[in-house]
């Protein structure tokens, strides 16, 4: 492993540790084209996630990512090769999905972009 993999690894875990963002977040998130998104998020302590999405009443809608997250003002970013980046803003036991430019959704909407922790990290 190179030197900048390593410094990369080595924030991203302790990022993850100093923030206590690790454990298991679920919810139902927005859709355009159904009644929503069934996700689960999971993000564990050595900086992987998991990113599971289920779209409701679509046939082959159910989707799994997998990536490395950082932490940085307690905005978690997942990066995965297969995908644009992701962001959250960790809450109080819970983490908001953000919009591509880093930005909190608003409107009537806005309190249905949340995950709430199910369970925490051992």
């Given at each position: 492993?190179?030197?900048?993999?390593?410094?990369?690894?080595?924030?991203?875990?302790?990022?993850?540790?100093?923030?206590?963002?690790?454990?298991?977040?679920?919810?139902?998130?927005?859709?355009?084209?159904?009644?929503?998104?069934?996700?689960?998020?999971?993000?564990?302590?050595?900086?992987?996630?998991?990113?599971?999405?289920?779209?409701?009443?679509?046939?082959?809608?159910?989707?799994?990512?997998?990536?490395?997250?950082?932490?940085?003002d307690d905005v978690i970013t997942l990066n995965s090769p297969q995908v644009e980046a992701v962001y959250f803003k960790l809450e109080d036991n819970q983490v908001r999905r953000l919009d591509h430019r880093r930005q909190q959704i608003i409107g009537n909407m806005a309190d249905y972009y949340i995950l709430k922790k199910t369970k925490s990290c051992r």
């Open positions: 492993m190179n030197k900048i993999t390593t410094v990369f690894w080595a924030t991203a875990f302790l990022s993850a540790c100093s923030h206590n963002v690790c454990g298991t977040y679920q919810g139902t998130l927005p859709a355009a084209s159904g009644p929503g998104i069934e996700t689960t998020l999971t993000l564990e302590k050595n900086g992987i996630y998991n990113l599971k999405s289920v779209y409701l009443d679509e046939d082959d809608g159910v989707f799994d990512e997998v990536g490395t997250y950082y932490v940085e």
